[in-house]
């Protein structure tokens, strides 16, 4: 099982298909760089779905906001990006991702984007 | 009266059948393994429901949380095996499970599950 | 006038029948016992009522509420038994009844039963 | 790129056009002057917006924001003159301005503008 | 091992004579009767000491606790009665009690009573 | 047993004379008129002590505190009898008694008067 | 009884001449004028003492307080001045006057003053 | 009255010297530009002071505050700065500065001085 | 490097022998069993130490904290027993272990110990 | 002036040599290595200092902290690493560094580390 910091996001069958449940993460340990100016940035990400046939696997999802580290990205683009990939690799019936970057030019910016449609059911 | 863990939950006769009504827990003392590492981890766990014709007894429902503490289990699978394991036991008109995991690999979890409609007439 | 505790609730009439008006009491000194151990049990009540054509008592209300101290009771059923003994004794437009249990075996427990319906100016 | 204070606002190409998705921004070091009597004002500013096919590049936004340093404003003008300048160089499908000013003669004044509608998914 | 209400507390050596430290205990569910009106008291008793050659043991103190509950007491007198009773079970270095009684005919109470001298070694 | 408003106070003795200990009483149901226009008074009294050979018994204390419902007292005087009337009742070591007043003209007063030295080993 | 607005005190007697007691006012509705521009200012005040033979009578002190309602005082005076003429008119053994005044000019002022020794009876 | 920013600190007689006071002010609306880059910066000041013969007069401190919006200074001088010009202006028994700066670089800075020995009876 | 519970305590060379300096951990996942009943207990852990010429190593802290999870411990004991294993492994100055354990029978349990004098450097 | 990570911090001198003061800095954004697994470590740094002859200039203290992102340092050393580069850059009266580091193995870890003896008169 690899430790290094990958793009790639393993995945595992949700245990209870068809189900109506949710999944919510916060994680507060996300860096990578000003695409301008190579400096880094720091933001608290938090991400809540609700699955469709496939779970993301958590080990995998650290290697994942790991591998942004020595990239450069804006605040849109990453949080926007971060959906695409999680999407792309679960398929969730609905998702939400929130970035919450630190104070950059005396300005606090919260990006939050949204994938499918939140079920009725889930509360 | 056994005393020792078991995934066997005792039930008694819902007391007041037909009348909308909700019982809630709180358990903030639940550990389990974590399937690939083997390490301990550790959650909060929060039931909510609406009983049908069976309730959950409370010391029943100690044994069986304290059952998973030498297991090995995901957080979304152990949280839907707790929902499954009670509507199995008792068929309530509504569930809530939710599991709140500690911090791992830099990540804050909380799973949260649903089965059945809650009455309107429960507020 | 009795100080003995007593399951008899002493009633009068409401001073203003026919206006929606809401009664709320909080009561942190309840104590039982467990059917099953005989050791004592605690809990705060919270009881809401709209009444329709008798109010409950307030001194009868305590010795009620005392009456259980050497009784044997799940918390599920002493929760919809006050409802019930208090529906009877006053027939109120709708009622909530709330029992706070104590931990035991690590598990907070709060049940909440309701009668009848909410009137729409009541808020 | 100049580091100088600028009307003039840098666009983006939106990195996912037709997401429903949200920016958020909290500028708390806005000043400028009193229209009436020179004297300096000082404002927190809160941004929302829904972007349609441009963002708002964050640097050229704290030039911007920089730029009213020097300049009369009257709260109300200067906070719908924001939202002017901000629809006309990205066009959002939704825009929300909040300009909350600090305390002058015992007063503290709060603006809201808004542009366009809301979508439905975003949340 | 005993399950019923006692007033003879159970002790175990201290597992590190001579060291000074300190063990705090909250107990929220007491109750006894009032001598004159024989209604029920309740009351928070927090206990803190500093043993010497001997500890109290947990249930044994819970025990104790329930074993006044269908005596009659007075709020200073059963406070230091319980002072009293642990300072000649164990014998400690120092002692705390405080009795924090919920309130009758208007009127909160608190007693606290003290045992000993606090080492300086314990913070 | 009186059950009428008396400024007689009732005592018993102390029931472990010699040991420090401290009794506080907080009691927010107090009235009594004001001396100049008779419009009622409200506050809230604190009483602290540590009992010498005597302790005051807690209804007496009720119907003493009742007592001055229709008399009239300055907020100073009233503070300062109390004060007054309990340690000529019990002669504690040490006493502290607060009356906490609500606003009257638009003006909050509260007035903190003692008696004896409060013993070192109370902490 | 007068109740117009006036400099002059009334005092009365200290009802407990030699004890050491502590009487504290909060008055949150004190205005005056700026004595440059004539605009109005307003204030809360704190005022604590320890009496020596005299106390001040609450109606004048309120009547007092009102009396700089058409006055024009810098902060800083003004709180002196009223500590000067409490002083004056009781002589307490000690006094702390604190105005508190409302943001102007973007700044907010606190004045505090002090006379005499606090003893050390007083807590 | 000028209205314009100025370095000139306008004084005051202290209206009660010799007494020991205390004068308090906070002022969240300084502005001022950084040597470096020419940005602005901006801080919340908090100044105390017990005078000696000589009060700051507060609409010249206001004045003085503003007329740094257009000077570049470092945050360590800056507050360094105001102290020196106050204390040469009024010469007080004791003073102190602080000034409390925005986000810069993702480091929050805070400044804090003091002039001369504050006075026992100060509280 | 292993991964698997054990007693033995890792250490490495304090890297600034004879600084005065402090470290602290708090340890919210620990769990052992009653050795009366054999049910699970659970505790936070909070350890401060100032090193003197090792220091302990933290992923062999977890797995140390971690091999209590089997075995039986009353509070007291374990709580003493944490604090002779790590000053038998590291020797420090100065150390204080607090194990805060989760309510049973209704009592919460805090045990406090402390090893050495606190230097007069460590603030 | 360079925008990359180094080591090297710039200074200049103390505008005020001879004043007691206090400069304090709060640094959310560091992260560094795990010398052992090479993964991500993220911490908060809380810097407070009274000056001697030398200051450490702002943006060369960001790009310090920058220096590690990529380095192994363990939390006790580079605690302490920090305090002596910022030592032998600047001398001070007196420093105190804190590290304050995310929860790595269900571990929360502080580091406090000092330099000097904190003059009197900083308060």
Chains 1, 2, 3, 4, 5, 6, 7, 8, 9, 10 share one sequence.
């Not at 298909?17 to 301008?36: A, H, Q, S, V």
């Not at 608290?44 to 080990?59: M, Q």
């Not at 969730?92 to 939140?118: K, L, N, Q, S």
Request: charged share 30%; net charge negative; aromatic share 12%.
């Amino acid at each position: 099982m690899s430790t290094q910091p990958s793009k790639s996001l393993d995945t595992f069958t949700n245990p209870r298909i068809g189900r109506p449940y949710e999944i919510e993460f916060e994680i507060p340990e996300f860096t990578c760089l000003c695409p301008k100016t190579g400096q880094p940035d720091f933001a608290t990400f938090r991400i809540r779905y609700v699955p469709d046939r496939l779970c993301v696997e958590l080990k995998s999802l650290k290697l994942y906001m790991w591998s942004f580290r020595d990239e450069g990205h804006f605040h849109e683009d990453v949080t926007n990006r971060i959906l695409d990939d999680l999407v792309a690799a679960i398929g969730p019936t609905w998702m939400e991702v929130e970035g919450d970057f630190y104070v950059r030019g005396g300005i606090h910016t919260v990006v939050r984007a949204w994938h499918g449609d939140r079920p009725d059911e889930v509360e």
